[in-house]
């Protein structure tokens, strides 16, 4: 085949490819295949059919096939929304680049790309047409994960806002001038481009293209914005600015935006958009409930910068939402206006692929997924005390080692570094945190005490072949990493000792302690080493609990206590993406905060399935339905300052109830036996047998009155809030009221087949084990938890997961949320299988008629009435916190 025409039918192709995606026509693909055949054909070259058909293959392989990305949940208000219409808007320059720069120069997978595509036209339908001759005010919100990539995201909205008209987009970025620079940086490379005065280089986008409409911006890597060297501007460019959440930085803003609207009363009409990164942070009001008072500073100023302009569209980006959700909807004031509560839109962006979050490092993702290592490592008491008894900044003294755990840590981190470069993973970054006090005084001590302890460790590991440094670490390379690395996945290189240890030495010198707060002075210049990589062990408090990415991420020592769900999540800098590195990672912390994470974990899984509800049923919006936050017997899902509008409520509406945590005394274990027994035997209902890899029995249009009667037999663990089965049947009976839930599918879980013949299981010795569970005998009691160590005596037995993926809709045809909400609920009952660690360790008598039960339920989606005739009823010790401003279904 020429070459000429095998470049030109490329070029012809891709323009018209990306003129047609960008513009949103259908087949795009199809279309630009013929365009750039015509010209061929039309031109001088000897053309063959078989040259046409390579060349369309080869276009396939770059730009066709269909991508499979996640829907983007949107709920929307009754403001400006969907403006698209029938015709899709033209991205004509900055969305076409930015996304190029993607795929070619940060080397993106396309599916990544693509779902950032599909979100932000999300986004950008619901935020208002900027050439509209009609004002609009819009407040979205959009939910992200944490440390998932929410800053591409909003790069993809900015390019895409500027490319359909929008003159003014203004980016809060956080409360700290890291941050801040660090979002300047992003949004120069990835929005503005340019070339280096200084070095002739080309920045960024601007490598794809640097003809085109310009980005005038405000501000500088270093200088936010000022009164004394902002000038006034007149919006006749495209203006890119980003801002710290600062008083004396907002009221610089508002006011050279008020004199910069002055020279000319066209520019009264310029649209704005403002992107809130970390939008609960300080932005929301805290001042007292009552809807006509002065909000508090930051609130106010961002209300007042909104009301300057009459098209104007606010989004605040968070993973945590719990503030923004429970902000007053009905406030008003007279100079800030309507609050920021997200009235027209809330999006959910789509869990990233490759992406570890909370229940990724936690467990909670169902059974399959969830028989996996763990990356948790629990703190030694003695680490435990130490901490505990360091409360004030003088206390700081009192670090004069470092405490068994953290050594471990540091080791720990060690064979990640050099297990990633023998992996060919030389040349990345790599962290490690340690975050264990606010004080700065401790964090500085504590940099003095690990620097100490790491040039001893350095230099014994290069010049003493004994030392216990040594040994330490081929110890926990092979009865920890080699395990973990196995359990992970069987395909990974498993590098002999010699191999590894070889590797540390080499890299041991080149690690770098550093102290990373507003007083040391030190910063994560990552930048800098991008060529070699940065391997640091960065000690820090609040710059490292929000918002600043720690890159290459292996290992955490966090030991921070909170009892906030927001303040936690946000802490959680080791969520993001590992990718070729997830079985090196681990976490020192408490079993405490272990908890506190796993509960989070479950209360971000239950958020994100009512945004997918919701975002279906085209009835409901954010001013109309109350998102309901999952409660915790000590923990507040945000600060008391922000939970004015809160109240509690019981609800299980729509959500999966599973029992993982019993009670391990025998006395409860026979009850609850004896209690599914007398369920099975008043069921009238005939039971059928369906087989397969997972049998089960199955009862449909079981009365609820049974159901009840079982929940008040059965004796769930008391000191735990997860699922209480007297709140479960208190709230069928409340549904029941309300003609709902009468009816209830039954279904009694057998052994899996396939799970039996396990490494694990058959490595364990654990065989088939029958049941009598009243009139039903089953095959063999199920199996969970084999992995699971068990860590001396307790009152309780964690099992994990208790329901497979997707067993929760067993018994309908379609295993959806969306198929539940029309059928019967479903109660499944899960014999199990004593053999296990946890539960032979219990050394009881059990035997066929006597095995440890647990139960799930799995509820479809009510419009529950929350009102009786005295109006709203608030419940104190509700397992829900909703926001009682919102107008629920009644």
């Not at 004396?248 to 020279?263: A, D, G, H, N, T």
Request: proline share 3%.
């Amino acid at each position: 085949m020429n070459e000429a025409m095998r470049e030109d039918y490329k070029a012809t192709f891709k323009a018209i490819f990306q003129v047609m995606q960008n513009t949103g026509i259908d087949s795009p693909f199809e279309q630009a295949q013929a365009i750039a055949e015509k010209k061929l054909q039309n031109g001088y070259y000897d053309v063959k059919k078989s040259d046409l058909e390579s060349l369309a293959l080869e276009m396939y392989e770059t730009y066709g096939g269909t991508i499979d990305i996640p829907k983007t949940p949107v709920m929307q208000g009754n403001g400006a929304k969907n403006w698209f219409g029938s015709t899709h808007p033209s991205y004509s320059f900055f969305w076409p680049r930015y996304k190029t720069y993607l795929l070619e120069y940060k080397k993106w997978e396309k599916e990544t790309v693509e779902s950032i595509n599909e979100s932000t036209d999300k986004i950008l339908n619901s935020i208002g047409n900027p050439k509209s001759t009609e004002d609009f005010d819009v407040r979205g919100l959009v939910l992200g994960y944490v440390q998932s990539g929410k800053t591409a995201n909003f790069t993809g909205l900015i390019n895409k806002a500027f490319d359909v008209g929008y003159k003014l987009v203004i980016v809060l970025a956080g409360m700290h001038n890291d941050l801040r620079s660090q979002t300047q940086i992003r949004l120069e490379e990835e929005v503005v481009g340019g070339i280096d005065e200084n070095t002739d280089e080309i920045i960024g986008v601007a490598q794809i293209r640097i003809d085109g409409p310009l980005v005038d911006t405000w501000t500088t890597k270093d200088k936010d914005i000022t009164l004394a060297h902002t000038k006034k501007r007149d919006f006749l460019s495209r203006n890119l600015l980003i801002v710290k959440k600062n008083k004396s930085v907002l009221e610089s803003l508002k006011e050279i935006l008020s004199q910069s609207i002055m020279l000319s009363t066209k520019n009264e009409d310029v649209p704005v958009l403002i992107i809130d990164d970390e939008a609960d942070q300080a932005s929301v009001d805290t001042s007292n409930a009552n809807k006509e008072e002065d909000p508090k500073t930051i609130n106010k100023l961002i209300r007042e910068i909104l009301e300057l302009f009459k098209k104007k569209a606010y989004v605040g980006y968070t993973a945590t939402p719990f503030a923004n959700l429970l902000i007053r909807t009905d406030a008003q004031h007279d100079t800030a206006g309507k609050d920021l509560y997200p009235k027209d839109f809330v999006v959910a962006l789509p869990k990233p692929k490759g992406y570890c979050g909370p229940a990724e490092y936690f467990n909670v993702t169902g059974y399959m997924e969830d028989d996996k290592p763990l990356f948790i490592r629990h703190l030694k008491e003695e680490d435990l005390d130490l901490f505990d008894s360091m409360k004030k900044t003088t206390d700081s003294e009192k670090f004069k080692k470092v405490p068994e755990s953290m050594r471990e840590a540091i080791l720990a981190f060690l064979i990640a570094i050099a297990i990633r470069n023998l992996r060919g993973q030389t040349g990345k970054h790599n962290s490690m945190l340690i975050h264990t006090s606010r004080f700065t005084d401790t964090q500085g001590a504590m940099k003095e005490v690990v620097e100490k302890y790491y040039q001893e460790l350095c230099n014994d590991i290069l010049y003493n072949s004994d030392s216990e440094y040594i040994a330490s670490l081929k110890n926990l390379y092979l009865n920890d990493h080699v395990l973990v690395q196995q359990e992970y996945d069987e395909k990974l290189t498993v590098y002999d000792w010699k191999v590894v240890f070889k590797e540390i030495k080499s890299l041991v010198s080149n690690v770098r302690i550093m102290e990373i707060n507003g007083h040391s002075g030190e910063a994560l210049e990552y930048e800098t080493y991008k060529d070699v990589g940065l391997n640091v062990i960065a000690i820090g408090g609040d710059k490292l609990s929000r918002g600043l990415t720690l890159d290459g991420l292996s290992v955490s020592y966090y030991y921070r206590g909170t009892n906030m769900y927001d303040t936690l999540m946000q802490m959680g800098r080791w969520f993001g993406f590992r990718t070729g590195y997830m079985d090196l990672c681990r976490i020192y912390t408490s079993e405490t905060i272990a908890d506190y994470f796993e509960h989070m974990a479950y209360v971000m899984v239950e958020l994100r399935k009512q945004f997918e509800y919701v975002a279906n049923n085209e009835n409901i919006t954010p001013e109309g339905y109350a998102v309901k936050m999952l409660a915790h017997e000590k923990m507040m899902v945000t600060s008391m300052a922000k939970m004015r509008s809160a109240e509690k409520l019981f609800s299980h509406s729509g959500m999966m109830r599973q029992t993982r945590i019993f009670d391990a005394k025998e006395s409860t274990m026979r009850q609850n036996m004896n209690a599914t027994i007398n369920l099975i035997n008043k069921i009238e209902e005939p039971f059928n047998k369906k087989t397969g890899d997972t049998s089960y029995y199955i009862a449909r249009d079981v009365p609820s009155d049974l159901v009840i009667e079982y929940l008040e037999e059965y004796q769930t663990a008391a000191s735990v809030n997860k699922v209480n089965s007297k709140d479960i049947a208190a709230f069928i009976k409340r549904m029941n009221v309300q003609e709902e839930l009468n009816k209830f599918n039954v279904i009694v879980v057998d052994g899996t087949v396939s799970t039996l013949k396990k490494k694990d299981v058959v490595n364990e010795g654990i065989q088939k084990y029958p049941v009598s569970l009243g009139k039903l005998q089953l095959d063999s009691a199920v199996i969970r938890a084999v992995t699971k160590k068990v860590d001396g005596i307790s009152d309780t037995v964690d099992i994990g997961a208790l329901v497979a993926s997707k067993q929760e809709f067993i018994d309908l045809n379609i295993a959806s949320q969306e198929e539940r909400n029309v059928n019967n609920p479903a109660l499944l009952i899960y014999p199990l299988h004593p053999k296990v660690k946890r539960f032979k360790a219990l050394s009881y008598d059990f035997n066929e008629k006597f095995v440890p039960i647990g139960f799930a339920f799995s509820f479809p989606e009510i419009t529950e009435k929350f009102e009786d005739d005295e109006g709203i009823v608030v419940e104190k010790d509700g397992n829900y916190v909703v926001n009682k401003t919102v107008k629920r279904g009644v």
